[in-house]
């Protein structure tokens, strides 16, 4: 599987490389540390430069440049990427009003609060995910 992971803390890239390492052996990871990094790799899949498309992407929804679910929003307004299985992440705690208009705007399949779930609790959630996705895409 192939792994998108756009944090700006290195401990939490890491934690999520080594849970991922641990499950699966051979899979893949590209890695942005702010929203201005993963913004600029947006741009090059929408001209077709990147073709080698992540299935899942772990998005802080805080953190500098454009937030995590503005790049959800996008993520899912672009064909190429538009069945990513996308969950969002914070530190911080979100009110219910917040929470519901991220959910919205964004599309995002889950939403997990720092610190993230173990092991089992990551890989059952991304597992989820990619059976509904893989649904959805053959409807």
Do not use: C
């Amino acid at each position: 599987m192939h792994y998108l992971i756009i944090e700006d803390d290195a401990a939490i890239r890491n934690i999520l490389k080594e849970v991922f390492d641990l499950l699966e052996t051979d899979g893949k990871f590209t890695f942005f540390r702010d929203g201005n990094e993963a913004w600029s790799w947006l741009d090059r899949v929408a001209t077709g430069e990147i073709t080698e498309l992540p299935e899942i992407a772990f998005v802080d929804i805080r953190m500098p440049g454009p937030q995590g679910y503005e790049i959800a929003e996008r993520m899912r307004k672009m064909p190429p990427l538009s069945n990513i299985g996308i969950i969002l992440m914070t530190a911080y705690e979100l009110s219910a009003e917040e929470y519901q208009d991220i959910m919205q705007r964004s599309q995002a399949d889950r939403y997990i609060s720092k610190p993230l779930p173990g092991v089992k609790g990551l890989n059952q959630m991304v597992e989820e995910i990619m059976a509904m996705r893989h649904s959805i895409a053959k409807k």
